[in-house]
């Protein structure tokens, strides 16, 4: 029974920095712009979050530095494709170059450097449960801040006027703009937003997962959380299942290689992505209808032209 | 007037020949590609180490260029290949993985010389480099088993090659002369450098009962899973215990600085042949960091009695020099 409160416990972990990214992501691709600079801006966001924290103590700061450093990349993206209306797909690939150079830079001076975790909550009496304690009252803020941002970016999208409107923008960018809708101003508050969650999930990297920066720790993360988006077909219901079902996988995977199970060791390794591809599968074919894909997704727009 | 061009053009080429010449024989051109970044604290870290170390031993008369984060397989090529046409007459590829497109960049260009690490394929102008890490490995198994009181202990295997396979067999061989029940639980990650995922192999490794955790791969992340659940670790290829002040007991160091230079000097001098060089402890191509973390009290097997008094005596030395011991790379003689 510890074990099984162990991998929970490891999974939520593991899961939580793809489910913060993946969330941010998600609402700016809703409104129209694929940013694939989700790995860069994670990794910036890692060294900036650990820089602040190292320097002040403190792990919010420190998150909050995470946040300020991708929503900072995030606006050279927005000029660049917003602004100028430069292809959003070379600007992203550029922007994740851009990041892990920038990152190393920016980390040099602290790689070998050691911050105190992220405090975990303790409530005497709930936390203190058998079994479900931990895993329910026992988390750092950053697994309940992920969970609190994607209930807020669903009530968002599908409960307030705003978020329809950005969904509007993001499936037919000249009808909205012919309403009256400030097409680009809402786009750029949408890349913002994925800015500052990427930021913010790697922050989390350096501050509560591993508690220390080195260069590249982001490790392709940022590519499984642009894949989760494309996994939960644009909607937060299906992000959060995809994200622990790969977290999930992920950590079972070592688990049942600690048991000695005789399955090679490379298959083990693919299979979260194996299991993210199946369940794809399944839910395309559960669907009826096209593609839920915003429709105006990647495609530039000029206002007047 | 086109035997005039010709000539002319012949000249000018014949004169940038000489010039280039002249400016090659000046200054030797040394390339390296690295695995990871250089600021890995483990593997890279070490390989850069080297280079600075060659940088100051030889100064003006060479010039270094490094590539960092080149991904393993059939892309190293044109990472090898940059280096090759920017000049680069002496090539250091730093990991496993470049085998193959070393071998291949090698047949292009027969008048540079590659240096491969921890390869079998060799070629004319392809020398290969390696060390015993094994030897370290075992004397690590019997520390492992000496240390562990569940009897099982956790290793972390990033890719089945022959010198991860090679250093858990020794593991295993040594711990066995301690203790001839112990297990060793292991977990492939299928990664050299993944902070995150090497964390949690270490985590899913003590959940199921290992208290001493061993990793091959490069970053300290497993070190200070182990320092945080009060547990016991190894450090990997350098000094680590940064991250696990009370929780490593000694670290294989990988010293490739004279190697690195003695090669260079081969190569300056032009006596530099293809060779397999695969040293051990006793060549110094790696080093254990102190002995720390060990309890005195408890009676060494009679098996293990040969580096009995290295761990007692480090034990002790390195508890008074603890304050001292978070300079990173330390330069631990044990064996001297």
């Known amino acids: ?305 | 007037m086109r035997k005039i061009l010709i000539a002319a053009t012949a000249v000018m080429l014949a004169a940038g020949a000489s010039l280039f010449g002249a400016s090659a024989a000046e200054k030797l051109k040394i390339g390296f590609i690295y695995l990871g970044p250089i600021g890995d604290l483990g593997w890279t870290y070490q390989h850069e180490l080297a280079r600075q170390a060659v940088v100051k031993e030889f100064g003006d008369k060479i010039e270094t260029t490094y590539l960092e984060n080149v991904p393993e397989g059939p892309d190293a090529e044109r990472a090898i290949e940059q280096l090759v046409r920017a000049g680069n007459k002496l090539i250091f590829t730093t990991s496993f993985g470049y085998m193959d497109p070393t071998l291949k960049v090698a047949k292009k260009y027969p008048n540079v010389h590659f240096e491969h690490a921890t390869g079998y394929k060799r070629d004319k102008n392809m020398a290969t480099y390696s060390a015993r890490w094994y030897q370290g490995r075992y004397i690590q198994g019997q520390i492992a088993a000496r240390m562990s009181k569940a009897g099982v202990l956790g290793y972390i295997g990033s890719f089945p090659i022959p010198e991860v396979v090679s250093g858990i067999n020794a593991t295993m061989l040594g711990a066995q002369t301690v203790n001839p029940n112990i297990k060793v639980k292991i977990i492939w990650v299928n990664t050299w450098f993944d902070p995150g995922k090497e964390a949690d192999a270490a985590k899913a490794l003590l959940d199921q009962g290992a208290d001493i955790i061993m990793q091959h791969t490069d970053s300290p992340a497993p070190m200070q899973v182990a320092s945080e659940r009060g547990k016991l670790a190894f450090g990997q290829d350098s000094e680590m215990i940064k991250f696990g002040p009370k929780a490593q007991l000694t670290s294989i160091l990988d010293t490739w600085a004279p190697y690195y230079i003695a090669r260079v000097k081969a190569e300056l001098d032009g006596s530099w042949k293809s060779e397999d060089t695969w040293g051990g402890l006793d060549s110094k191509m790696f080093e254990m960091a102190p002995y720390t973390n060990m309890s005195e009290d408890k009676p060494p097997s009679p098996r293990a009695s040969f580096i009995r008094s290295n761990v007692l005596l480090r034990a002790r030395t390195a508890r008074k020099l603890n304050a001292r011991v978070a300079i990173i790379l330390t330069t631990a003689r044990c064996w001297a």
């Open chain 1, 1 to 305: 029974m510890e074990l099984v409160e162990a991998i929970v416990l490891a999974v939520l972990a593991a899961s939580t920095p793809l489910l913060i990214a993946a969330t941010g992501e998600l609402v700016t691709e809703r409104a129209g712009v694929l940013n694939l600079g989700v790995e860069g801006m994670m990794i910036v966001g890692a060294a900036c979050g650990f820089a602040g924290a190292w320097l002040t103590g403190s792990t919010t700061l420190g998150a909050l530095c995470g946040i300020v450093a991708g929503t900072l990349l995030s606006l050279i993206f927005a000029m660049m494709t917003l602004g100028l209306a430069v292809n959003q797909v070379a600007t992203g690939l550029a922007l994740t170059i851009l990041g892990i150079g920038l990152s190393g830079l920016i980390g040099a001076g602290f790689v070998g450097e050691k911050v105190t975790p992220a405090a975990h909550l303790h409530i005497p009496g709930l936390t203190d449960i058998p079994l479900v304690g931990r895993i329910l009252f026992g988390e750092d803020a950053f697994v309940y801040l992920s969970l609190a941002l994607l209930v807020g970016v669903w009530l968002f999208l599908y409960r307030t006027r705003a978020g329809l409107v950005l969904r509007a923008i993001g499936d037919n960018h000249v009808s909205a703009h012919a309403l009256g809708y400030p097409v680009l101003r809402i786009r750029l508050f949408a890349v913002m937003f994925g800015g500052a969650c990427a930021g913010l999930a790697g922050a989390y990297l350096p501050l509560a997962y591993t508690p220390f920066f080195i260069p590249g720790m982001t490790a392709g993360r940022g590519w499984i959380a642009l894949a989760l988006v494309v996994f939960s077909s644009w909607r937060p219901g299906l992000l959060v299942v995809g994200a622990y079902l790969f977290g999930a996988v992920t950590i079972l995977q070592l688990h049942a290689q600690g048991a000695g199970f005789g399955i090679p060791s490379q298959f083990m390794s693919a299979l979260p992505y194996l299991a993210t591809v199946i369940v794809l599968v399944l839910i395309s074919r559960a669907r009826t209808g096209g593609s839920t894909a915003p429709a105006a997704l990647g495609t530039v727009f000029v206002p007047d032209r």
